[in-house]
Each structure stands twice: as structure tokens, then as C-alpha cells.
């Protein structure tokens, strides 16, 4: 398919989330923060709020190594019932107070339609995780709010699909669409999902709406963290979106894709250069 | 895998959705109607209800030649924003007009916690549509319930995050569950996804939960609902969903897979011997 | 996509394996064996030769149970260089020493162009396996010779490729080509590939070639095999190819598919009457 | 999986394709080209060798931009009969005096055990295709010449399939071997294949072979190989393979995944800032 082909194809299903002739692209801004910019902004936290603790030093961590945004679940969609599923307001509360200490804005995931309005009191930016990328009423309730939103991609959800769902909220009247690649689900097996880089340039083709790109679930590996932050970059991302727990090993959820504050560090460190290579900065 | 292998898997994520050594299979009871048991049954009617005159046409069509429940969706999960979106609580009325006449129990789609109130008040059995297979929220509040759920398998999800879904229902103590293969997403392109028949007689092994198959909606194309309806039955489904509509060519929403009366009528007839041959009826 | 669609795309790069308006089925005839009529046939035996003694056992026990022709590898693509690869000359004379004894026709793999005169001369029906489904110096090869071929698709191959690697053995003058149908990639690892069911009606839309399905490599679980054998002849399948091995849990490869002799019996048992449910026998 | 649960699942099946503890990677030499060095090789060239003409143009062509070695097919695996199957050997003659004339090594493609001889008359470096990559006697064959491979994934194989694959050419006695990655197949339809960037980093873990990248078949979409390889790169990749033609419009095959000379030598140029900020160069 030819850029003309597959922009013809979408513009008779998905209107706001096109880019017209000759239009640039996006910018969203969650609190100070311009995501769609020169600047390449990292997202950093922990998966999970588990305790106050473990959260105000994963926030002054990340903060120090160059983070832009705070990332960290309170409500948590977990496959199996009986794990672990977030602290509810009580974990918005914690991220409430690690901002206040770092000054960095909260992105976090909202569920359900009834919580748009709690989880809205607390977030500065709410996500829609990969399951509820086609929850039609969740996105038409976050489409009523002003929040910023960043909307992951289903992990089986075609691109076209994709920006309909980005369209639900853009046509409620809520502008401020991020999108966020996190890896689709395939036949090979050696990581958790596979992270679907040329996204990256086929939505700057198509759409205004600026992009990042998640490695932590994209893989499901910490080792992997480093070369695909650095490959989404180069791919033209907009910004990433990282887990970092203060310590990998006992963390509730997702530890084995997590990156310690060190390795963290040293993930930024490695990551001006690329983006000096492409006129941007981090 | 085994089956010993795969139930030992499965048994340290899942307890109530997996069978017991030597337990037999669940039923479950929509009204007079029972799933699970020697009697395949068929649920049958539009897409979406449209108009009060195609739903009690089609609900008497589908009656008349042997389908046991009235299936059609008020509230209706569209890709695009822009495409009908189901006629909400109004459709809802118009089942319930088409069950008074006929004495057929409906099945109809919930989208979201809020709506399972109202829904509930008119639907016999509550379906949980593929998209919202991972809406843990959505589970929770149709767990609550009393009212039997058909749980249709998300299009990319594995037979182990289908049950896990089963187990957030069971858990909150409705355990009237009826699983729904309904096609799985894969690199074919002749089909709109996959019917996965093989999980059929896996489900069979380590779930009692009764298993029904969609045959519209798993293939996309009238066509091919005949042979696969057989397939299904002769794989082990306890019953079939299909799509009827008094004029497939006029639907609003997924006319292409619809069968009309005539082909519906020569369904069923064609399915009976293929259930006696397996020493059931329809 | 509606027939007329799927052939419309289909004709513009396929012209012999294609099925014109109004035209039957063909039938391959394999020794006195039809395949394609009303008769549904079935080529059992196991994955490889392994012993003399092994083969004749299975051959005699598969005969008996009512099977039409014999199946069993003497050259065997195996994904690792230490598995073992097969008897190679040996194992074909071994197979041909159970025809002679039992009168079942050899449907038996060929692996490269050069081995082709070699197979040939043993084998009744020359097997393409999955893996070379896009060999295409091997296609044209074999179609040159006047020995019928069961094609079997790739595992991540599209119904179009398909046929498209139909065409280029039919396009070299072999005309009796058999397709199989044994299972694609997917996501789901509850069994070794998914079996595409749906594929049979499709092709018996657009094709006028026989139509086989193995349910012992579409699936990699002995249990799997008799309600998915059940459902291929209820979807239209002309015939299958089961895996038999006297002692399964001795076998050198494929064990956990294979069935034994009792079983392929039961297996036999449980078809017939499916088949008379669609006006054929067994 | 981690590192090392990955490791020990191989090395039950693989020995000489994975990297022991502490070894350094393999470096393969193609006349006197080093691969898997510090320097970040591309192999450039058309899909098709079609005419004199077009091949030495876009020989010339990719020499001045700063390409390594030439690729062109003479042998071309079509999935139609009907395609342009290649010029055989007067195909490979005229690589040879392109290369004559440039002094580029030539990488070409060979389809079966019976060509290897022929092929490898011309060819610096053999490559063996997607749909080949499991063609066992055709990997055998290649692995008793001494002449470099250059192995390409197979569009539905795993990791380990692909290793698997490597293996059966290193144990025949050839230690040439380099990965190439080349897209795989999923659900995504706006590209033709999905670029799996994240198979670079897991083989640099697991095995000492070097990899390549080939953004022009792995996207599908002229348009995607700028960003794709820019991200190849930064992943970790040791060299590209492009399709590159003197007039793509015209091209008789892969003619919307082929760059202009022009476009090329932008390619070549946005390269080499990030291969510099990875510490390597172009």
C-alpha cells in the first residue's frame, strides 16, 4: 500500500485522526510538558503503585536520570483474578504526593467508565491500556473530559483500528490524543509480545496525533529495554514509556520487563546521542 | 501439552472455571432452556435490532424453525464512531416485545458496568461481546448478577486469559458461564478471522463450562456459517449463535455474514443428523 | 469477501486450480483409490518409518481398521540437525514391502527435486510437506511427473499462495494434485497450530481439487484428533491423514500425536456415521 | 524468558550457532568485507536482475552512495508461475561484470541443492530466501561449500526455528553464516510483512552470528525504509540489505519496496550519524 492508498482507505472511516495536506503535526501538552515537540520526553515509574515508599523513589529516581512524566498504575487489569490489582485511590494518592515532591506530571490508567471522574482528580494525563483500546464507553467518557489521554494500541488491533478508537475520543471534543505503541501479539514466543516499530512512520504519515512507544511491555524483557528505546527513537517516537521499580526483583507486577535506577540512568545517557542524530533532543 | 500438562498449568492461575478428576460438565439454564446438556441449541436473530418490525419478523422466522433463544444487540460495539451504534434501551423493549410473542429467551451484548442494571432488566442471558473479553470491570459487575452470561473469546486472546476472564465472573458468584468461540485473528485473509474449532474439545477437556461457537461472526461470510456449523457441533459444541436477518442485504451492521430465513430453515434441518450421529438432538 | 469476490481476486494469478462456473469437482485416483468422490478416504500410518517390523504393524493394523491408504516418512525435515532424519532408501523400501503385503497405496514425503525419480519409484503419492509448500523447483518437478501429489499448506500460508503453488505443478502437467489442510501459526499454544477448518469450504468454493485434512500435525495432541477428524468431514473434507504408531510413546517422532492402533479403530468407528450424515461413507 | 532461560531451552537443540559464555561475536568475511565488525555494511541493488543495463546502472549507482556489496536475484522464488521467474545463469553473469566493474561482492539468491555449484561459480555470498529457510536438503547442500550464507528468517519461523536452521549449515562444516532479518507475518495488513526489530538484541544475546537487516521486504513500502532502518541500526544490527533500483516504476518485481539512486544516497547520508552515536560507522 502507497501512502496515498492507505490515506485514502482511512479517510472514509476516521476523519479527526487524519492528517490533511500540508498539516504538521500534534503537540499535547500534559501539564509543562509538550509531547510531539523537538524534545523527546521519557514516561518512567513503576507498573504498579505498590507502596508509598517504593513509589516516592522509583518518582526522585527517574526524575534525577532525566524523566519528563511519572508513569504508575492504582488500578491494575491483571489477566487472573487473584493477582495483585492495584490500590485504587489510596495508589492515586501516593502518585498525587510524588508529584508534589518532583514536579512531574502523572500519566495512569482508568478502567472503567465510573472511575473516569476520581481517576481524573488526581491524573494529569490517563491512560487506556491495550484490553480497553475498543472499550467504546470508556473512550467516549474520556473524550468528555479535558485530560490529556494516551491511548496504547490493542495488542491485536490493527493500525486502522487503532485511530477509529482515537477518533471516539477526538470527536467527544477532547483533543489532546497521544497514541502509544506496546507491542502485538504473534506466533513468536522468545518475547511477550512484538514490538511493532514501523507504526511508528506509518501514523506519521497518516495522522497529526503525536506517538510513543512502550518497550517494557512491547518485550516483556528488560534486556531488550535498551536497544528498542533507542530503535523507537531513531523510528521517529515521539517519547517512551518505561518501567523502572527501585527493586526489579519483588515487584508485584511485571518485574522481569522493569529496569532498575541505575540501568535507567544509563538508558537516558544512551539515548541523547540518537536523538541528536535526528535534530532532537531528550 | 498433555491434557495432564495443560490442566496443571492452568490449575495455579484458574480454580473455579477448570473441571475436577471425574467431574461432569456444567449446565446452564436460560429460562426453560438448557446448555450443556444432550440438546445442542441454536441462538438466533439479527446483528442489531434495527426496526421493532425486522426483529419480530426475524425472531419469528428463527422460531418457527427451531432456534431455542433470540439473540440481537441493542447496544452495539462499532469500530467506527460513525456507524450505527444500536438503538439502546428502545432495542431493548423491542426484544422483550419479540420474546413475549415468540417465548424465546434473548441474549443480547452489555458494554460497559453501568448499562448491566439496565440490560439485566430486559435480557434473559447477558453477553459479553469479544472486545470486552479483558473489561475486568465489566466481569466484576455481571459476576454480581444472577443472570446467565455467554463470555465470547477475545479475538486474540489464548485459551487459558479466555478461562482466567470465566474466573472473574465465577469468582464473584454467578456461576451460570456459557463460553463462545467466536474466531481468532490470524495472517488469513478470505476469512474475517479464524474459527479455532480445535478449542472446541480442549475447553471440553479441562472446563465445565458448557462451549457454544459463532459461526457468523468467527468466518464473515454466509457462506461458510453451513459447513462450520456442522464442524462445530461435530467438534463438541453444546450450541451454535447465528446471524439471521429477514434481509441480509438491507442490515445496518454485518449484512454479509446474515443468513436469510430460508437458509436459516436449511441450517437446522442439516444439522440434526449430524447431532444424531453424535447421539444428541437439536 | 463474497465467492464471486474471492474468485474474482483469485483469477487474475490463477488460472488450472481454479473451479469454472458449473464445473465439478475433479477426483485423483491413486492406485485404485479415489479421492474426491463420495467416498471419503483415509491415509493412515505413522510419522516415520522407523523399523521394518514398526511399518508392517502399522500397516496391517491400519488396513484392517478400514484405512484406504498408508502414510509413513522415509526422508523427514526435521527442525533440528540431530533429530532423526529418516531411513531415506531404506525406509521406502520398507514401505514398499507393506504394500505389497497389504495392497494400501504409499503416500510417502519428497523433500528436494533430486530425490524425486528416486521417491517416485516407490511412492504412489508423492507428499509436499508444509515446509516446502513454496519450493518452487521442487513444485515444477513434481509436476512434471505423472505421480498424484498431496500438496499440504504452509503453515503460515494464505489460501491464495496456496493454490498459487497448486498452479505450478498443474501448470507442468501433472493434473492430479490433492490439497491438505494441516494446520497454521497463531498465537494460541494450547496446541501446536491451529486447524483451519474454514479453509475446506473455501476451497471447495473456488477449487476444483480434492481436499485432505490432518488432524494430527493441525493440532500436536493425540486427543484432539478424533473430534477434529469428526468436524473436517463435517466441514467437507475429501479425506484425512492420521498418525498411527503401534507404540506411540516409543516413536521417534511425533509421539504425542500419534494414535495407536485401538484408537485409530474407535476413530473409524466414530466418522462413519458423520459421513452418512452428509451422503457419503467411509 | 531471561537471558539465560533462554539460553539453556536452545542448547538442548543448538550447539555451534550459540555464543558460549564471554565469547565475542563472529565476524564473516565477503571477499574483504568484514560483517559483524565495527563497520555497519549495506548490500544494496535491485530485487531483480532484469537487464544489463538497469543491473550495472544501479551497481554504479549504489557503489557511489556508499554501498558494500551488490544484491540482485537470478533466481527468483515467485509466488506465481506466472511472474518473471529471473534470468538464471545469463542473470548472474551480468552481476558478475557489475561486480567487475565496481568491484562489489555480490550476495544472490539460490533456490535449490542442485544450483548450489552454479550459483556459487558467481555468487561471493550465497542467500538463502524466506520460504527456503527451512529447505533442509538446500541448507545441507550450502553448508559443504565454503562460500558465506546469508540466511534469512523465514516469514512465520521463530528464533529457534531460525537458529535451527543456521545449525544445519554450520555443522555441515561452513562457519559463514550471517542472520537476516526480514519481517513476519501477523494480523497487520498496512505493511507487507512486520519487521521484528527485537529479534536483533535476543540473537546478539544468543548466538555470535551477525545480523542483518532487510527493511524493504520486512515493511513492503518504499516509504518505511528510511525510518526502519534507521531503527535496524540503532537496535544493534550489523548491515542492511536494500532494494534499490534505477527506476522503481519500471521495476518487474517489488517495484513499491524499491528506493531511487537519489533517495539511496539519503539513506546513506541519515545513516551515519546514528551508527556514530552507537560508537560504529558506514
Redesign the interface.
Known amino acids: 500500500?502507497?501512502?496515498g492508498e492507505?490515506t485514502d482507505t482511512l479517510s472514509t472511516?476516521?476523519?479527526l485522526a487524519l492528517r490533511g495536506e500540508g498539516d504538521n503535526g500534534t503537540t499535547v501538552r500534559v501539564c509543562g510538558v509538550e509531547i510531539g515537540g523537538e524534545r523527546i520526553i521519557v514516561a518512567a515509574g513503576p507498573c504498579s503503585v505498590e507502596t508509598r515508599d517504593q513509589t516516592l523513589r522509583a518518582a526522585r529516581e527517574v526524575k534525577e536520570a532525566g524523566a519528563s512524566m511519572l508513569r504508575g498504575g492504582a488500578f491494575k487489569?491483571?489477566?487472573?483474578?487473584?493477582s495483585f490489582q492495584g490500590l485504587g485511590e489510596e495508589g492515586l494518592k501516593i502518585l498525587a504526593e510524588a508529584r508534589s515532591i518532583t514536579g512531574l506530571p502523572i500519566v495512569t490508567e482508568v478502567?472503567?467508565?465510573?472511575?473516569v471522574e476520581l481517576v481524573g482528580r488526581y491524573a494529569d494525563m490517563l491512560q487506556i491500556g491495550a484490553?480497553?483500546m475498543?472499550?467504546?464507553?470508556?473512550l467516549k467518557r474520556v473524550g468528555k473530559t479535558r485530560t490529556p489521554i494516551l491511548l496504547k494500541r490493542g495488542?491485536?488491533s490493527?493500525?486502522?483500528?487503532w485511530l477509529?478508537s482515537a477518533?471516539?475520543i477526538l470527536?467527544e471534543g477532547n483533543r489532546s490524543v497521544v497514541l502509544c505503541e506496546r507491542g502485538?501479539?504473534?506466533?513468536?514466543?522468545?518475547?511477550r509480545f512484538?514490538?511493532?516499530?514501523?507504526?511508528?512512520?506509518?501514523l506519521k504519515?497518516v495522522t497529526p496525533l503525536p506517538v510513543m512507544v512502550d518497550p517494557s511491555h512491547?518485550?516483556g524483557?528488560r534486556?531488550?529495554v535498551?536497544?528498542?528505546s533507542?530503535?523507537?527513537?531513531?523510528?521517529?517516537a515521539d517519547g517512551l514509556l518505561v518501567e523502572v521499580h527501585p527493586e526489579p526483583e519483588k515487584a508485584l507486577s511485571d518485574g522481569?520487563q522493569s529496569l532498575d535506577p541505575e540501568s535507567f540512568r544509563s538508558l537516558i545517557k544512551g539515548l541523547r546521542?540518537?536523538a541528536?542524530?535526528?535534530g532532537r533532543y531528550l
Open positions: 500500500m502507497t501512502r492507505l472511516k476516521i476523519r487489569p491483571r489477566t487472573s483474578p487473584y478502567l472503567s467508565p465510573e472511575d484490553r480497553n475498543q472499550n467504546y464507553p470508556l495488542f491485536s490493527t493500525i486502522e483500528e477509529s477518533e471516539y470527536k502485538i501479539r504473534t506466533f513468536e514466543t522468545s518475547t512484538t514490538l511493532d516499530l514501523s507504526a511508528i512512520p506509518i504519515e512491547g518485550t524483557r534486556e531488550l535498551h536497544p528498542m533507542r530503535a523507537a527513537i531513531a523510528a521517529g522481569s546521542p540518537i541528536q542524530a535526528l
